[in-house]
């Protein structure tokens, strides 16, 4: 099964990444504007006017070191799990990102890898106090 994985520097304490990583309020920051049915750990993002939903449950995340939640619908997603690892580093956080379990290696899988790519930079931004907002927006994405 092939999985997507990203590592990437943040100039931020791993106390101030967890809250973005793990809750659904913080997703809402950085990933998608349209977050519902929202508890602290499961949720559903909405996608193009909820053209595409993504629900998610979170399967731990009560340290600050490590998140996962599992993908439970969405076109190829589902069964698949989202992890964030946040350790220390000398610029503030060091962050390890997979999301595995893929089914195969499809033109969508290729496309959602370059779009995590874009949401890490996107993340390392709001952790480090600029106000980018969420990549995806209700209506479709914002740059």
Request: charged share 15%; glycine share 10%.
């Amino acid at each position: 099964m092939p999985d997507i994985h990203h590592l990437i520097q943040i100039q931020a304490k791993p106390e101030t990444m967890f809250p973005l990583i793990a809750t659904p309020g913080g997703l809402s920051k950085w990933w998608a504007e349209d977050v519902f049915d929202e508890t602290s750990t499961e949720c559903s993002l909405g996608f193009f006017n909820r053209g595409t939903i993504y629900r998610l449950s979170r399967q731990s995340g009560a340290l600050v070191q490590k998140v996962v939640w599992k993908c439970e619908s969405g076109k190829e997603w589902q069964g698949t799990t989202i992890t964030f690892e946040v350790a220390p580093s000398a610029a503030g956080s060091s962050l390890r990102f997979a999301h595995a379990g893929w089914q195969a290696e499809t033109d969508y899988f290729t496309s959602c890898n370059t779009t995590w790519g874009e949401l890490m930079f996107r993340l390392m931004a709001v952790a480090q106090s600029q106000n980018v907002g969420p990549l995806f927006r209700k209506s479709g994405i914002g740059y």
